[in-house]
């Protein structure tokens, strides 16, 4: 009856010294990121008009064209 | 192109945390955590100034030196971002940036500290853009739709300002110079150092003191 608990207590000892061995390792290597103007893999429906993926110089244009929205001076008739 | 910047306009900001609410709303923001917040200097005294504060992207990020596990990165486009399955959320980012931007949620068992999370400009993280996992953690990816941060495109007095620096800081200058005033409480100097202070060279606006 001694032996039999004695080996349920080793099994068992076992079982939880191992079981860090099926941990997953997590990776620490940063990953690298893409471009903003290589376009969203989102859906379309949220994407602006006026450029097309991969072109940067379309992104570029087309951010700073809608940066100009915040000028209100735009807006107006005339150029202060 | 130029660095992507945020400026507030403190003569505008009427403090309606319109950017608040953008940015919690736009990225699915948890309790606790605010992205961006508006600061109100003076309050109830004559003189009253709010400015709306969020991650500054710095030329040279102060969290970006002290990480320990360097999980942050810079984009082409000058924004900084992190990559939240490197970070371990040791808060260092936080003691270093003179901004507050980093922020901890308290989600974790036993109130762990959780990852840091922080103002994207919009540009979401390292996954791929504008995908669900980058949703998850960073938010919306509104850069890669060819758009400009939601807090500053919604501001409804258009104090905030964000985008291209060189476009945003013309934008600014423009105001200054019309009005007369009004880079005194937070201007480009105070938001991205002079360049006696060891900031990037930036054109002063010209105007009178009020």
């Not at chain 2, 992207?57 to 990165?73: G, K, T």
């Not at chain 2, 959780?114 to 850069?143: I, V």
């Not at chain 2, 009005?179 to 150092?193: I, L, N």
């Amino acid at each position: 009856m001694m032996s039999k608990c004695t080996t349920a207590c080793v099994l068992c000892g076992a079982v939880l010294a191992l079981s860090a061995c099926g941990e997953k390792t997590e990776g620490a290597a940063k990953k690298s990121d893409v471009p903003a103007y290589q376009g969203s893999t989102g859906p379309s429906a949220f994407v602006a008009n006026g450029w097309k993926a991969g072109d940067q110089a379309a992104w570029e244009q087309q951010l700073r064209h809608r940066a100009q929205a915040q000028n209100e001076y735009t807006r107006t008739p005339t150029q202060p | 192109m130029a660095r992507m910047k945020f400026i507030c306009d403190a003569e505008r900001c009427i403090e309606c945390n319109g950017c608040v609410t953008a940015c919690k709303a736009e990225h699915d923001v948890p309790w606790g955590v605010n992205r961006r917040r508006v600061v109100t200097l003076n309050d109830g005294l004559p003189g009253e100034r709010s400015v709306s504060v969020a991650c500054m992207h710095c030329s040279d990020a102060p969290c970006m030196a002290v990480c320990p596990v360097d999980c942050f990165y810079r984009t082409d486009d000058g924004v900084v971002l992190h990559d939240k399955d490197v970070c371990i959320g040791c808060g260092y980012c936080s003691y270093a940036c003179p901004f507050g931007a980093p922020q901890f949620p308290s989600n974790g068992t036993f109130g762990l500290r959780g990852k840091m999370d922080k103002c994207t400009f919009c540009a979401g993280g390292p996954e791929a853009n504008g995908s669900e996992a980058e949703f998850e953690k960073y938010g919306r990816n509104r850069l890669a739709e060819g758009k400009l941060p939601a807090c500053a495109e919604m501001c409804s007095t258009k104090a905030l300002l964000g985008g291209d620096g060189d476009v945003v800081a013309d934008i600014f200058r423009n105001r200054v110079l019309v009005r007369g005033k009004g880079s005194e409480v937070w201007g480009w100097g105070t938001a991205y150092g002079r360049p006696a202070t060891g900031g990037p060279q930036q054109a002063k606006p010209e105007g009178k003191k009020s």
